[in-house]
Nanobody
Framework: QVQLVESGGSLVQPGGSLRLSCAAS????????TGWYRQAPGKRRELVAT???????NYADSVKGRFTISRDNNKNTVYLQMNSLRPEDTAVYYC??????????????WGQGTQVTVSS
């Protein structure tokens, strides 16, 4: 059974930092494209950052230069370091792991989400 468990969400003041973690069981992160998505109230879920099995990273324009995604293969954990947080970063953040074969999505796993609130 695959489980992705996020942690690290909290209330933080604007300009502050947080590090989110996503620990996996039943799936080996290094074999998947893993990523962080977020969903604010009344808005669609959006991509924040991804990291491929080979270690290439991709970021939404809104977080470039402020957020960093990384992966620890020994711990089978993916991280999202968030700096210079803004109120518009407030959302539930979800961890995702997916794998495609010949362009076809064959595995798509999600965590339960962790709340990040940026407010003074």
């Amino acid at each position: 059974q695959v489980q992705l468990v996020e942690s690290g969400g909290s209330l933080v003041q604007p300009g502050g930092s947080l590090r989110l973690s996503c620990a996996a069981s039943g799936v080996i992160f290094s074999r998947y494209r893993t990523g962080w998505y977020r969903q604010a109230p009344g808005k669609r879920r959006e991509l924040v950052a991804t990291i491929t099995s080979g270690g290439s990273t991709n970021y939404a324009d809104s977080v470039k230069g402020r957020f960093t995604i990384s992966r620890d293969n020994n711990k089978n954990t993916v991280y999202l370091q968030m700096n210079s947080l803004r109120p518009e970063d407030t959302a539930v953040y979800y961890c995702n792991a997916r794998r495609e074969t010949m362009g076809v999505l064959v595995n798509d796993y999600w965590g339960q989400g962790t709340q990040v609130t940026v407010s003074s």
